[in-house]
């Protein structure tokens, strides 16, 4: 069955640290995989997907199939990146359905 | 132009009563999904439409009932409500996939419901 890990729940880093958010998953098929963040009393938005390969807001994120990871990079946090950020899987066969991890909540101290 | 709007924002309930959330899409997406939240999980799917007129169960489905009467509202009931229903539940809403292109889902605010 499909699956998306991710192994911490908080990540605390200072401004300007680096940041890496993980995310493993199991799937059987070719898998498709995205980056949705939860700002503050906002909603659930997308932020990356793995096919467009791009960079938004200063995050990449890759993906390896050896090691079924696609973790969320970013050089130098910034205080406003602070959110929970959710990783998931689509299921292109099932209506497009989305699987989740669990979710990372980040923290970026000043 | 509101997206994905859900209504309403918060409730409260007793165990055992009934009640139906509304989500709304003015994007003429055809796919349409209810999530719930809860601490440490993630969201997890309850129900999804791929259409007006059709709905699918998803990973968590029991307790709840879905209708998809018209194209832009999905509606989310819960016939007799309990206590492990209290959660945060968000609609979303997509195109379908084009030329082997998954679309990205499109979110409400959510709606917080507290089951006593």
């Known amino acids: 069955a499909q699956r998306v890990t991710q192994p911490e729940k908080l990540l605390s880093v200072f401004k300007g640290a680096p940041v890496e958010l993980k995310c493993n998953y199991s799937y059987s098929g070719s898998p498709e995989l995205f980056w949705y963040v939860q700002y503050s009393r906002q909603r659930l938005q997308l932020l990356l997907r793995h096919i467009s390969r791009e960079s938004i807001k200063g995050f990449t994120a890759d993906l390896n199939k050896g090691e079924t990871s696609f973790h969320l990079k970013k050089p130098f946090a910034q205080e406003e990146d602070s959110a929970m950020y959710y990783c998931a899987l689509i299921q292109s066969w099932a209506g497009n359905m989305l699987t989740f991890g669990g979710g990372t909540r980040l923290m970026v101290k000043p | 132009n509101a997206g994905v709007t859900q209504t309403p924002k918060f409730r409260v309930l007793k165990t055992g009563q009934s009640m139906t959330l509304l989500c709304a899409q003015d994007?003429?997406?055809?796919?349409m999904y209810w999530y719930r939240q809860d601490p440490g999980m993630g969201l997890r799917l309850i129900h999804y439409?791929?259409?007006?007129?059709?709905?699918a169960k998803g990973e968590v489905p029991d307790g709840y009932n879905v209708s998809r009467l018209k194209k832009q509202n999905f509606l989310l009931g819960l016939e007799s409500a309990a206590p492990s229903q209290t959660s945060v539940y968000f609609c979303?809403?997509?195109?379908?996939?084009?030329?082997?292109?998954?679309?990205?889902?499109?979110f409400g605010d959510g709606t917080r419901l507290s089951i006593l």
């Open positions: 994007m003429n997406h055809e796919y």
């Open positions: 979303a809403s997509s195109l379908p996939p084009g030329r082997g292109n998954n679309q990205p889902q499109h």
């Open positions: 439409s791929v259409g007006e007129g059709t709905t």
